[in-house]
């Protein structure tokens, strides 16, 4: 019934584990499709000699980055429902079950997201679980809080409804997922089951997300590709919501740039954004934000604009810091704390 669609570049020291955690889901009705992106440190190697599955299938690509892999396996799966899962990340046992549970009680969504485990080397983290979404699945507006909802390891959709977005850019080195997964929540319904059934690591050697600059500055990517979707649906389809955390992201991009006094980001910014999403801040941020040395007052202005939108508040994210620094003592919290959500 699901197809896992695992993109596979050089994760040699993870890849076993990920592997592990799909084999030994408690829901069995699955396929796996790992794309060997053109993995250069014996990665196609590791699952060859470690994996003998009848479920696992393996399609090799030349490199073509996240993007790229993600479309060629979902090309290859079998199923309608897809479950996307990074090559260093893990899920619960639980997590293609409830997911499955999520698809039966609303049969009219097309992306369901499930809550989960954000964890660093160190044992410390957050959760992605929140009061004010409770401990039962729900639909939500996916832009009222869109990295809160999922990541690319905890989001499964429609293959139908791929059609309707194109498909991830292949041309990204980062955001790829957020382009796609913002497209397709304005094209359908979204789910969001509060389990902790997945993690996310975090600080694992040769991550995308690891360089924090490069992450930033690709926010004007992401953003103008996002807005041109946006801009060109029908008037009933345009979410505001969505112009809402577009809004939101952008101006973490620039509080990021003023923070590090990273003026060459800045500029980067207020030179490649689509002009009419600049046209959309207020009259005093576009003055603020045009003069470095105002460093302070666009500081207090992006906080206040934060404030001032609803969509700029996300739930509340606990943490915690594990008094011990091994792998497993917050993937044990998590187990934990969503066996009390099922109650």
């Known amino acids: 019934m699901f197809s896992v ?13 990920t592997l592990h955690s799909v084999l030994l889901q408690d829901f069995l009705d699955f396929e796996v499709v790992v794309v060997d992106d053109g993995s250069t440190d014996g990665s196609l190697d590791m699952v060859a ?21 993600r479309n060629s396996g979902i090309a290859a799966a079998r199923y ?25 009680e609303f049969p009219d969504a097309g992306m369901f997201c499930c809550g989960g485990v954000s964890r660093y080397p160190d044992g410390s983290g957050y959760i992605r679980q929140s009061d004010k979404y409770g401990d039962s699945r729900q ?19 429609s293959k139908k409804k791929l059609a309707l977005t194109g498909g991830f850019p292949v041309a990204m080195a980062h955001h790829a997922d957020i382009v796609f997964f913002f497209k397709l929540a304005l094209k359908t319904e979204v789910v969001f089951c509060p389990s902790l059934l997945t993690v996310y690591n975090l600080g694992i050697p040769g991550q995308a997300v690891g360089d924090r600059r490069a992450n930033t500055r690709a926010i004007v990517d992401s953003s103008n590709q996002i807005y041109g979707f946006w801009d060109s649906l029908e008037s009933e389809e345009k979410n505001p919501s969505c112009l809402s955390a577009i809004m939101q992201n952008l101006r ?6 003023f923070s590090n006094s990273d003026y060459e980001l800045l500029d980067y910014f207020l030179q490649n954004t689509n002009s009419s999403l600049l046209d959309r801040l207020t009259n005093i941020e576009k003055f603020i934000y045009k003069r470095p040395r105002l460093r302070s007052a666009a500081l207090a202005r992006i906080w206040a604009a934060t404030l001032a939108d609803a969509t700029g508040r996300p739930p509340e994210r606990p943490g915690w810091r594990s008094s011990s620094s091994t792998r497993s003592a917050p993937l044990n919290s998590a187990a934990q704390q969503s066996s009390r959500s099922s109650e």
């Open 49 to 69: 000699r470690c994996f003998d599955d009848p479920r696992v299938r393996i399609i090799h690509q030349e490199n073509l980055g996240e993007g790229g892999a």
């Open 5 to 17: 669609v695992i993109p596979l570049y050089n994760k040699v020291h993870t890849i076993v584990e």
């Open 252 to 257: 973490d991009g620039i509080r990021y740039s």
């Open 80 to 104: 309608d429902l897809i479950a996307l899962l990074d090559a260093d990340d893990l899920w619960l046992p639980g997590y293609l079950s409830e997911m499955n549970d999520a698809v039966r």
């Open 139 to 157: 639909k939500v507006d996916y832009f009222e809080a869109p990295f809160f909802f999922g990541n690319a390891s905890s989001i499964v959709f």
